[in-house]
């Protein structure tokens, strides 16, 4: 199941951060979820206190010379993250150190919890936190999505079960994907009524969200087929960002994705005895570097490293002593670390001090609350202002350098703060290379159309212009072939204009507004020549009427006999007379031919009785008062022929006697009545 539950002046700039929409790219954040609590102490290990950190984690600790140092700081990583090492070397790698929360929870639940509701430990809290910061963006959400600014799901999680992560207040804000390939409908399109009661709404609910589902679901199979498979590491983890990748480069436009490695609850063999490099965390880390450092490439190889910012995160760090059992227990604080182009790559925080005598209880202090991390990365790379977060974490939290300050858009308006002259513009504003409001109006402010095509070396094509917006006074430029040039103005207040007298050709039509100097709006049109005139015709012999279907305009003219009729739009039914009929359709365009057809309408002509010995009468409807009758046998040799007045009970005697038995054809002709009827004698 896939899911749970404009036009721009091209000078001009629109928002490129997070959440201005999902048409265009913008800032993407990736989560990784290391579940367990990761041993941060063998992940970032500070290399000032080698000496105690060896005699107090003797069983785990890393042989010194195989840690690998982070050049320029005084932190070494783990033997497996050589690809960290290198992202570091790229100025492309983060480190935060010793980051938790107070009222430290050690229940892996509890502690996972905390770190997606964003919340106190001692607060239960049923949201996410990204879910909040979603809905504070989108207060419309989910009712009126997808939308045409946002036919993207907002939020991605790669898995089978929606996290409290994305659990908003009104509804979940995540699409739930393993395999976006294998999208299928979950439900058939529909759109019923519910009455406004409990049950109602909630069917009403689970209608929006098939809806969305179906939607979103078909968006995310889309863009991963139309993504580029990049080569990755076979694991689970690799598995995951591979899926990202692939979405990203096929133009999925997703801001927040999710995914998740487990394991890392090391109670035990966390290392092996003989080589202490080696073991369940060493293979951990090397997930994660081998799949980090494919994801890395694969953004640098489609060219949008610079929109992604990856954050992995654990619920808790571990233990400072190691235990003896070759690993170690649920503890406090651990480093986050971070990855992409346009970070701030200065170490966060400051090496720990580890006391020469502690006891196993011994935590290590910690420096960074993780709502600072959320925090910073709102308003530095999510586009969110200061009030934003204080709604989404209910708190203010200092922040923490970890964008380049180059490149943080505090207003999200597409221009980074320090070359912003206008930082606080409104949500969705289009600005200019100084960040600073242009004037534009939607797209859909205009219907610019063809009303009238035209013949060959006629000029009989016209254009319309129909304007929403009437508050404004418009000028359009229309330019075609043969140096054709005309301007029309549209006064306030006034809707629409017309160009008419326009031959064959291509037009442009260009909108400014009096007194916005550098607006204007431009479309081309073509005009050509009329498609061919088409007619269907259905003649309806109980009410005798004829139903024509028309097409190649929108103004036919019709002619049944010596009456005309003008119609406007594709169907006519109209009245036949009795007789010989002539149907002739056109329209004013000459080029698109005319449409005739002539048949004869009859009136009904019976005989009786039928079989007969001899004697017997025709019967005829109308008003005729002579008909032509001729009697063939079937092979058409002549019995009897002749003209026979009808009387007042419309009937004709006729008499057979002295020709052989068998079938013969009668034809019944006169002005109102042509019909063949076959009459059999005995």
């Not at 913008?26 to 060896?54: A, F, K, R």
């Not at 020469?356 to 999510?382: G, K, P």
């Amino acid at each position: 199941m896939p899911a749970l539950f404009s036009s721009f002046p091209s000078e001009s700039f629109g928002s490129q951060s997070l959440l201005a929409n999902t048409v265009a790219e913008g800032n993407i954040i990736v989560i990784i979820v290391m579940s367990g609590g990761n041993d941060g102490l063998n992940t970032v290990i500070p290399m000032t206190q080698l000496s105690e950190l060896n005699k107090i984690r003797s069983t785990v600790m890393l042989p010194d010379n195989k840690i690998l140092p982070l050049k320029g700081t005084d932190l070494g990583l783990h033997p497996s993250l050589t690809g960290l090492q290198s992202l570091h070397t790229e100025n492309r790698l983060k480190v935060i150190q010793s980051v938790g929360y107070p009222n430290q929870s050690y229940s892996h639940f509890r502690s996972m919890d905390i770190w997606n509701s964003g919340s106190d430990a001692l607060k239960y809290v049923n949201s996410g936190w990204a879910a909040r910061y979603l809905e504070q963006k989108h207060p419309n959400f989910p009712d009126a999505y997808p939308t045409e600014l946002y036919p993207h799901p907002l939020a991605l999680e790669i898995g089978w079960n929606s996290s409290l992560l994305f659990t908003g207040n009104k509804a979940f804000t995540s699409v739930v994907s393993s395999n976006p390939s294998d999208f299928y409908e979950i439900i058939n399109e529909f759109d019923n009524s519910y009455p406004s009661t409990p049950l109602g709404e909630k069917l009403k609910y689970l209608q929006l969200m098939g809806k969305q589902s179906n939607a979103y679901g078909k968006v995310l199979k889309e863009t991963y087929g139309k993504g580029t498979d990049y080569t990755f590491p076979r694991s689970n983890l690799a598995d995951q960002l591979k899926i990202v990748s692939k979405l990203i480069s096929g133009g999925l436009n997703t801001r927040i994705y999710k995914v998740e490695i487990g394991g890392f609850d090391t109670h035990g063999n966390q290392v092996e005895s003989g080589d202490k490099t080696k073991g369940t965390h060493a293979n951990l880390l090397k997930e994660i570097d081998d799949a980090v450092a494919a994801f890395m490439k694969s953004l640098d190889a489609m060219n949008k490293s610079d929109r992604v910012v990856g954050m992995c995160i654990s619920e808790f760090g571990r233990t400072v002593h190691s235990n003896g059992t070759g690993g170690t227990d649920h503890g406090s604080v651990s480093p986050i670390i971070l990855f992409g182009n346009k970070l701030d790559p200065t170490v966060g925080g400051v090496n720990p001090l580890i006391p020469s005598n502690t006891n196993y209880s011994y935590e290590m202090d910690r420096q960074f609350d993780f709502r600072q991390v959320y925090s910073s990365l709102i308003t530095q790379w999510m586009g969110g202002s200061k009030t934003l977060v204080k709604d989404i974490l209910y708190t203010d939290f200092a922040s923490i350098p970890i964008i380049k300050a180059a490149y943080i858009d505090s207003d999200e308006d597409g221009v980074a703060d320090p070359l912003d002259l206008c930082p606080d513009t409104p949500l969705g504003t289009l600005v200019d290379i100084n960040g600073c409001p242009v004037f534009t109006l939607p797209a859909t402010n205009y219907k610019v159309e063809v009303i009238a095509t035209t013949c060959a070396g006629t000029s009989n094509g016209a254009i319309k212009c129909t304007i929403e917006n009437s508050n404004y006074a418009y000028i359009l430029s229309v330019k075609g072939p043969n140096k054709f040039e005309k301007t029309i103005a549209i006064p306030k207040g006034t809707n629409s204009a017309s160009v008419a007298g326009l031959a064959i050709g291509d037009y442009s039509v260009v909108a400014t507004i009096d007194g916005q100097k550098n607006y204007q709006q431009a479309f081309d049109l073509k005009i050509t020549e009329p498609a061919t005139l088409s007619v269907q015709s259905v003649i309806n012999l109980g009410n005798q009427t004829i139903d024509l279907s028309l097409s190649g305009a929108t103004q036919f003219r019709v002619q049944v006999n010596e009456a005309t009729y003008r119609v406007n739009g594709p169907l006519w039914t109209g009245s036949l007379p009795t007789g010989a009929v002539k149907i002739q359709v056109s329209t004013d365009l000459s080029c698109q031919g005319m449409h005739v057809e002539e048949f004869f309408f009859s009136e009904e002509v019976k005989a009786y009785p039928n079989p007969t010995t001899g004697p017997f009468h025709i019967l005829v409807h109308g008003l005729d008062t002579l008909v032509d009758i001729a009697i063939h046998d079937l092979q058409g040799a002549s019995i009897q022929t002749g003209l026979f007045p009808v009387d007042g009970s419309r009937e004709v005697a006729l008499d057979i006697s002295q020709v052989p038995v068998g079938t013969y054809l009668i034809r019944v002709k006169g002005n109102s009545v042509d019909q063949r009827i076959k009459i059999a004698k005995i």
